[in-house]
């Protein structure tokens, strides 16, 4: 019978609770959205990252990653990569050759990662070759002698175009100056332009030839799982097969990523924990002034006969109801706001130069998991309780004969 | 008539009422300001970690030298540039620098390395050398080299070990020397760490045969809000010689595009929580109007004219208003003063992160008396635009019905 | 008829043939004539820059085209400096620090000696024969002296950053008088002069060489020969680390 008196009094001042309701409804769409678009744009950079720049995992020999040297290549890759193509939870696996050189034209030079790569089985694993800017261009479909990709940063400092010839100068396995004359069949352009001044793509064969070295060599391993949430698992998995190598999944290749990351799951609880304090204060608020109004009409229920209990538990219903209805209502919105931004995606092209510089995309596609809407809701059923208790006991704590003389 | 006396008694017989009215306001003031004080401190972290831990706020060059930095452009810091910096109170100290490249040579490896001529008195605090030494001591007035922990390692290196350096100098000369590597520190950056070797700064200029040249000098001001003032000072009286002043985010725009658009980002979550207050504030107002509708009704009756009764409601409601503002200044003012000065530690995963970059594991709060006034007036704002629903109300009211209830 | 032409174009393309054997038997004849099969010299190099101006004098011992020593005399704070080239490697060696360091791939688009005349230029100069194919595109007279103006462009395989290479090569003597180095959007990078043509040890040649890059109106290196030696007697041997620390 609470149940039904205290449904029936919030509807009783529609406006006051449609107030009430109407500030939980904005407070969860508004948190939820810009909850969504940060993590979208969180999302939306390391996929492209993990796409293009570093996929899921890579392997290298332990001494590699300190010095990028071509000895320390990972013995038995071809056994290793064997291995991998037949694990269950990976996609696609790649070997690359990687030097360091010279990359230089008439103009001038600069210092590059030299990758020799695969270019069939490159392809499943990097979306690299769909960056191309320009769309003629044959990646590695060419009849030149020895093609090279290189990134529109280094391509604009060297003063190169497609079809340039670019001097590669490197060191060869002895120890000796080498290098040859490569022709640009590509130029790539990612979010990451210290990626695109920094590395230029060759054939493992033509690198392996000039370096002298056997063309099965492998200094990196890199493997894209069947899906994201493999990867914690995997890593593990691998960790402990490899154990004489190094297997990094990207959070640690790309540092600055992974920390991302971290700190965004801990920033999206803090921010919906402040919008839910700031909304549990208003709600505090109105029902206490809904408490002082209604002082007469409560005296006189607790005149006939309404236990205090009652009258408290009344109260806790009224505001658990607005709070729940708003929450409802919210979490109703956000999911189909969410949902249906994040099918084209917005577009941030206003505020967008900020942005590109720190290699995003101007589109943006809302994400929330569902964890996050499963646990904004039971947080707002929680407060709804806590924000109740307040005013309730100020309620109960009414003199019933003086609230029933009170002429408000 | 008097409303200043009729608001004040009308808002002192209903205590209760008054008080939620002024919470509401109040926590809508205490909360934009912490809001925004952490959001602008976390841009000091940012700022911080980047000026202080080695670019200053100011730097001064050669002309030419950001664009081109290369060892021939370089400055002599004759006395009217050391007059100047002297009388610059705002001036906190400065490091004077030569940086430039080298080879790195032991044993039959070489590598490239950047050298960074230091005085080691001020840089030693300056970039933090004195908390990142990791083995060894710090450079002091011998000829002897600091160098990057993960340099170290690739080299071989200990403590006591010949560091020997190769390049190219001033107009071209070649730039040789042998250095016996005094410590070893651990830089944040692994790119800086593997790559940066300290020295006295009169060993660098003997080494790239500079005499008493330096390549830049970086300055650092007591305080962050000086830099327009201390770059146009310094543009003002310096303009006879061949230099440029330039401020970090002019030597690094990356670092302030990160912090504007960041900052939108903050804006909007700050209106976020402005709309849900105002919802608040709302609520209040027209429970306040729904329960004096009566009485209302009977001044109406008593011939108060609808306008009179809407402006006292005003004037009762900016009492209310400023009661609540300064409430929430005067609660938060020192909250923010006592976190400003002492910045929270963080702790777990997200501090263990955040040093790796090279980042003090704090939150910060900043402080800026302008943002105080901004926020009260958008909290001014905000309830002027509750009132108006409310308002229109009164000013509509038909005694008769009001009274009946 | 038929058979008339068909000789008539034969002899053309023989004289073709002819031009285009001609054209790097120019440049064949021209390299060996400043190269000699191995030589020692002693040169002085001006570095010119609008700010200042530098001397250095070294001594250079150099056979066939893969071995070359050099050792820097002047002035004080470079003396005794020396460096090695053995076919595509370069060492130096500073007795200031008592260290043999060889070039890494990063110093190699480096002026030599703060020059502009690079690290690579030096490694490469020996292959204008074998790393390009060469025409002959006419003539221009040249400071009073009559030149065959020869275009060589690199072969496919050839790690040359120029795009085209053009040289002027006197008709009588076989002097490389003048170079111009082109990027692939035919725009000049770098050119070479060469001048005063004198009596040096069996052949004269041109003792002074000026080095200007395109894009800095205010830089050149000017190189003068002082003395120079032609097929000195030298082993491979002499061409060695432990050399670079004992010579004189």
Redesign the interface.
């Given at each position: 019978m609470i149940l039904k008196m205290a449904w029936k009094n919030i509807w009783r001042k529609k406006l006051r609770s449609s107030v009430v309701i109407t500030s939980i409804v904005v407070g969860l769409v508004g948190g939820i959205l810009y909850m969504g678009i940060m993590n979208g744009m969180m999302y939306q950079r390391i996929g492209s990252a993990i796409a293009t720049e570093v996929s899921h995992i890579q392997i290298h020999n332990e001494k590699f990653l300190e010095n990028e040297e071509l000895k320390f290549s990972i013995t038995n890759s071809t056994n290793i990569i064997n291995k991998l193509e037949k694990n269950k939870a990976i996609r696609s696996v790649c070997s690359r050759i990687i030097t360091t050189g010279m990359a230089s034209t008439a103009r001038t030079g600069s210092g590059v990662e030299i990758i020799g790569i695969n270019p069939n089985k490159e392809k499943a694993v990097s979306n690299l070759y769909t960056k191309l800017i320009d769309s003629t261009s044959s990646y590695f479909n060419t009849k030149a002698r020895l093609p090279i990709l290189i990134g529109e940063r280094l391509a604009k400092k060297l003063n190169a175009k497609r079809k340039s010839k670019i001097i590669l100068t490197f060191q060869s396995a002895s120890g000796e100056l080498t290098g040859g004359a490569f022709k640009v069949v590509g130029i790539f352009r990612t979010q990451n332009s210290s990626f695109d001044e920094m590395k230029v793509f060759v054939r493992k064969a033509d690198i392996a030839k000039l370096v002298d070295i056997p063309t099965e060599t492998s200094h990196e391993i890199a493997i894209m799982l069947k899906n994201d949430e493999l990867l914690k698992q995997e890593k593990e998995n691998l960790k402990k097969e490899f154990k004489e190598l190094t297997v990094s999944p990207w959070q640690e290749t790309m540092p600055e990523l992974g920390m991302m990351e971290e700190s965004m799951n801990y920033m999206l609880y803090i921010l919906m924990i402040i919008i839910l304090l700031a909304i549990a204060f208003g709600i505090v608020n109105t029902m206490l002034m809904v408490v002082f109004e209604r002082t007469k009409e409560l005296g006189m229920l607790m005149c006939i006969g309404l236990s205090r209990k009652k009258v408290f538990s009344m109260i806790l219903l009224e505001t658990m109801f607005l709070s729940i209805t708003g929450g409802i209502i919210g979490l109703t919105i956000s999911v189909l706001l969410v949902n249906w931004l994040s099918v084209d995606g917005i577009d941030l092209s206003i505020v967008s130069e900020g942005l590109q510089v720190w290699g995003y995309d101007t589109i943006i596609y809302p994400d929330v998991e569902v964890s996050y809407y499963i646990n904004t809701g039971l947080l707002v059923v929680a407060l709804a309780i806590l924000a109740a208790i307040y005013p309730a006991r100020k309620a109960i704590k009414l003199k019933p004969v003086e609230a029933v003389r009170i002429d408000n | 008539m008097n409303y200043i006396q009729l608001s004040k008694r009308n808002l002192f017989r209903n205590k209760r009422r008054t008080l939620i009215t002024m919470a509401s306001i109040f926590f809508a003031v205490f909360l934009a300001l912490t809001m925004r004080s952490m959001q602008l401190g976390s841009y000091d972290s940012i700022i911080d970690s980047v000026v202080n831990n080695y670019v200053g706020h100011i730097q001064i060059h050669k002309k030419g030298y950001w664009d081109d930095k290369t060892i021939d452009n370089v400055f002599d810091i004759n006395d009217k540039i050391t007059t100047v910096i002297d009388s610059i109170e705002n001036i906190d100290f400065i490091s004077p620098r030569v940086e430039s490249f080298a080879l790195a040579s032991v044993g039959n490896k070489t590598k490239g390395v950047a050298v960074v001529g230091i005085d080691p008195k001020i840089e030693n605090s300056f970039s933090k050398l004195k908390t990142r030494l990791a083995k060894g001591e710090l450079l002091q007035h011998k000829k002897g080299a600091l160098i990057g922990s993960r340099l170290a390692s690739y080299l071989n290196l200990k403590v006591n070990d010949t560091l020997i350096l190769l390049g190219q100098g001033y107009q071209g000369y070649t730039a040789s020397g042998m250095f016996p590597v005094r410590g070893i520190v651990k830089l944040p950056s692994p790119d800086l760490d593997n790559k940066f070797v300290y020295l006295n700064i009169e060993d660098a200029q003997q080494l790239y045969s500079l005499d008493n040249k330096l390549t830049s000098i970086a300055i650092k001001l007591k305080d962050n809000d000086d830099i327009e003032l201390v770059q146009k000072t310094l543009i003002n009286t310096l303009k006879d010689e061949n230099i440029e002043i330039m401020k970090w985010n002019e030597m690094m725009p990356e670092i302030e595009q990160q912090i504007q658009a960041d900052n939108v980002s903050s804006l909007v979550l700050l209106w976020l929580l402005y709309l849900i207050v105002g919802f608040g504030i709302f609520g209040t107002l027209l429970m306040m109007l729904t329960e004096r509708r009566r009485e209302f009704g009977v001044m109406i009756a008593l011939g108060m004219k609808n306008t009179r009764v809407a402006t006292l409601v005003i004037v009762e409601t900016i009492q209310i208003t400023i009661y609540g503002l300064l409430a929430g200044i005067i609660v938060s003012l020192p909250l923010i003063i006592y976190y400003h000065l002492n910045p929270i530690p963080l702790t777990g995963e997200m501090a263990e992160t955040m040093e790796r970059y090279g980042w003090e594991p704090v939150l910060r709060i900043a402080l800026y008396p302008d943002y105080f006034i901004n926020q009260s007036l958008t909290v001014l704002i905000i309830v002027a635009i509750a009132l108006i629903y409310p308002l229109t109300t009164i000013l509509k009211m038909n005694a008769v019905k009001a009274i009946k209830g | 008829m038929n058979r008339k032409i068909s000789i008539l174009i034969v002899i053309v393309l023989y004289s073709c043939n002819l031009f285009a054997q001609d054209a790097k038997e120019i440049i064949k004849k021209a390299d060996e004539k400043w190269q000699g099969m191995s030589n020692y010299m002693e040169m002085k190099m001006t570095?010119v820059?609008p700010?200042?101006k530098?001397e250095i004098t070294f001594k250079s011992w150099s056979k066939d085209r893969d071995y070359s020593i050099t050792l820097i005399t002047s002035p004080a704070?470079?003396k005794g400096?020396s460096f090695l080239k053995r076919?595509?490697?370069?060492w130096?060696w500073?007795p200031?620090?008592s260290?043999y360091?060889?070039?890494?791939?990063?110093?190699?688009?480096?002026?030599w000696?703060?020059?502009d005349f690079t690290n690579?230029d030096v490694?490469k100069e020996s292959s204008v024969v074998t790393d390009y194919t060469h025409k002959l595109i006419g003539s221009e007279i040249l400071d009073g002296i009559d030149c065959y103006i020869i275009e060589m462009t690199?072969t496919?395989?050839?790690?040359?950053?120029?795009?085209k290479v053009k040289k002027w090569i006197s008709k009588d003597a076989y002097d490389q008088l003048k170079s111009e180095?082109?990027?692939?959007?035919d725009e000049l990078?770098k050119s070479d002069r060469g001048y005063d043509i004198k009596i040096m040890d069996d052949r004269t040649i041109p003792t002074r060489i000026e080095i200007l890059p395109a894009d800095k109106p205010g830089n050149k290196t000017i190189v003068n020969i002082l003395k120079i030696k032609y097929n000195i007697k030298v082993k491979d041997s002499f061409f060695s680390q432990q050399n670079m620390k004992r010579l004189k």
């Open positions: - | - | 570095i820059r700010e200042y530098r704070r470079e400096q076919k595509n490697d370069m130096t500073n200031n620090i260290r360091i060889k070039l890494p791939t990063a110093m190699m688009s480096q002026g000696m703060g020059s690579d490694l690199p496919e395989e050839a790690a040359i950053v120029w795009e180095y082109y990027d692939e959007d990078v």
